[in-house]
């Protein structure tokens, strides 16, 4: 196993990664949070039936008594309606200000959880369980919750009916299953003209702990692994070059699961993050450069968000952002390091995958929070290892980007 400190004005938490972490985690819950009798676990339905399981079977074996609340993940629950679910189940239940909730899924589920838990009662204690690779490099580091917010005044709420309820360890609770299928459908298929302000309402509060079961990216869709690897390749970019042959070398055996080499490309990737977040927690300045590429992303992300997944809106970001970067004359041999090339090798899109409106796409850019007074600030790079931010990007600068990504 692999230990990360990070530092936080609430106090020093660890990052754990390794193969075969689940089944510590109820023992691990009990050390790091005593007081704690009550362990609310909200779980993506996609590890609802197999690596929930082994978490559940931990808490309840600790000795906690286990709430659970299934959410299936997508950008459209990422809102205040399926936080307010979370906090009703939660309420129900009579979880106290000295439990836990326990956040097992992607980075959507993380940060929508993560949000309900800081929020309930003005705070309780979290613990972190990314089960996608994007997640355990990225999202469950640093602290930041959120929900996104609908930009059209009157688009409906798109969240999961699903509930909590008390459980076994041998299995999570039937009803919440079915709700939860006899709603996918529907949900994922609803209201998808919607278009989305990514993470417009969120805190920083830290997590108590972070635990990465490698184990659980043997499930995942090769689709999703490759979100995850846009995201190690923007660490890679911000702070450890050689990251990037690395990729390219033991690309076979990334791709085969070996578990020595997902714990080695998760410590690497998490290790950037977990230092730059521990410097500046609160984004007062360098954690800015977190969001390389993600003023591109996220405004592409909030108009296409049921075409291209999160890592994928940040692999279009990334060679958005070189082609800025070039134009504004901060990395003049940008397109010498063939960032375009590198990401496709990895199996990750570069190009937008259909027509996007350019006034749509710089509006949903100017919502981005970097921005001020409507101008649209871009973190970019003057070299690798070397970011900045660009304060009232230009229009040569923002259409040199959109060039870049056919948009």
């Not at 796409?361 to 409507?374: E, F, I, R, T, V």
């Amino acid at each position: 196993m692999q230990s990360i400190s990070v530092q936080s004005a609430q106090g020093q938490y660890d990052i754990h990664v390794g193969d075969a972490l689940l089944q510590g985690v109820g023992a691990g819950v009990v050390k790091k949070i005593p007081k704690a009798r009550v362990a609310m676990l909200v779980v993506d339905h996609a590890v609802e039936q197999t690596w929930a399981r082994e978490v559940a079977a931990s808490l309840a074996a600790a000795g906690l008594r286990l709430v659970t609340h299934v959410v299936v993940a997508s950008e459209d629950n990422k809102s205040i309606a399926q936080v307010e679910k979370v906090w009703r189940c939660m309420l129900a239940e009579r979880v106290q200000r000295s439990d836990v909730l326990c956040a097992m899924g992607g980075g959507i589920v993380g940060d929508m959880a993560a949000f309900a838990a800081s929020t309930y009662m003005r705070g309780i204690a979290t613990v972190m369980i990314p089960t996608t690779l994007l997640a355990m490099v990225d999202a469950a580091i640093g602290g930041k919750s959120a929900v996104n917010l609908p930009m059209a005044s009157d688009a409906p709420d798109a969240s999961v009916n699903s509930g909590g309820a008390k459980n076994s360890p041998q299995s999570l609770p039937t009803n919440l299953t079915n709700n939860v299928n006899n709603n996918l459908t529907k949900n994922v298929n609803n209201n998808l003209s919607n278009n989305l302000a990514k993470n417009m309402a969120g805190t920083i509060c830290a997590p108590a702990w972070v635990v990465s079961d490698v184990r659980t990216l043997s499930t995942l869709s090769t689709r999703e692994f490759r979100c995850g690897l846009a995201e190690c390749v923007k660490h890679a970019l911000l702070a450890d070059e050689p990251m990037l042959s690395w990729l390219e070398k033991h690309r076979e055996g990334l791709r085969a699961m070996d578990p020595a080499r997902l714990v080695e490309l998760v410590h690497r990737s998490a290790s950037v993050k977990a230092a730059i977040v521990s410097r500046d927690e609160q984004e007062h300045g360098e954690r800015a450069h977190l969001n390389l590429g993600h003023t591109f992303a996220h405004a592409i992300e909030s108009l296409l968000h049921d075409q291209v997944h999160h890592g994928e809106a940040v692999s279009i970001g990334l060679v958005a952002m070189a082609a800025a970067s070039q134009a504004a004359g901060w990395w003049p041999d940008a397109d010498k390091f063939q960032l375009s090339k590198r990401l496709a090798d990895l199996g990750l899109p570069i190009k937008v995958p259909t027509v996007v409106d350019r006034t749509q796409l710089k509006n949903a850019m100017k919502l981005d929070k970097k921005g001020q007074s409507g101008a649209i600030r871009l973190v970019l790079l003057k070299g690798l290892g070397r970011p900045g931010v660009l304060d009232a990007a230009s229009e040569h600068v923002i259409h040199a980007g959109l060039d870049a990504i056919g948009a």
